[in-house]
């Protein structure tokens, strides 16, 4: 029964997660909300459905197909530091693209920052944040979350490569990605950076704090 409360979470994840995003329910949200409402809601929709999904995935009986070791817990305390400290520089850079061409204008293909390293920096991090969940919790319905989450972002990387080119130009994308591509491998990181690598760090240490509480595991 609880596998099937489980997979009706799931379900219900996946729906708020594709059908706002399709362009006729798009278009009516954006009209009705407009683009910075559009995007809050459904970034706040989207957040809360992923809390609940994980704690529905605590529900079923375990399945275990490895046992957590002492190493794969350390590692993926380490490897979210990394991750958070990634997440927080990747936001302070402009990238065309990636979700909706975020800053586009202000973007610098000769001083790419982040987006020198890939074009994907903030699905990069969510694969790795599922990749790094992987390693401690084998049971089954955790390892359908973080496998599906993660293929879910590495699929994304692909499907927003094609949005991207369609509404760039496929000259403009090519170039655009050959110039950052060309550009020194640290060119466009600043010191502000630092100062987002040690916000990223308060992150890390506050989500140590609450994980108990949103994923109903204590870490401390």
């Known amino acids: 029964m609880m596998w ?41 929709l989207s957040t809360a459905m992923l809390l609940i999904l994980i704690r529905a995935a605590a529900w079923p009986d375990p399945i275990y197909l490895w046992s957590a070791t002492l190493w794969a817990m350390e590692a ?5 530091a990394l991750v958070c400290i990634w997440f927080a520089v990747a936001l302070g850079h402009p990238n065309p693209f990636s979700f909706g061409g975020s800053r586009r204008k202000s973007f610098d293909p000769d001083r790419p920052g982040i987006v020198r390293l890939t074009r994907h920096p903030m699905l990069l991090g969510l694969a790795s944040w599922a990749g790094l969940h992987l390693l401690p919790n084998g049971d089954l319905a955790h390892v359908l979350l973080f ?42 990181f600043t010191l502000a950076d630092l100062g987002r690598a040690a916000l990223g760090l308060v992150a890390y240490m506050a989500l140590l704090h609450l994980h108990e509480y949103f994923a109903g595991v204590a870490l401390v």
């Not at 993926?76 to 979210?80: D, I, K, N, P």
């Not at 094609?162 to 060119?187: I, S």
């Open 4 to 44: 099937l409360a489980y997979g009706g979470v799931f379900a219900a994840f996946l729906a708020t997660h594709s059908i706002p995003t399709r362009p006729t329910v798009k278009a009516r949200l954006m009209a009705a909300l407009g683009a910075s409402g559009f995007t809050l809601g459904y970034s706040l």
């Open 76 to 80: 993926t305390r380490a490897g979210m």
């Open 147 to 188: 496998g599906t989450l993660g293929g879910f972002a590495l699929l994304g990387m692909r499907l927003i490569d094609r949005k991207q080119r369609r509404e760039m130009g496929l000259e403009v994308w090519a170039e655009t990605l050959r110039r950052t591509k060309a550009a020194p491998l640290f060119a466009g």
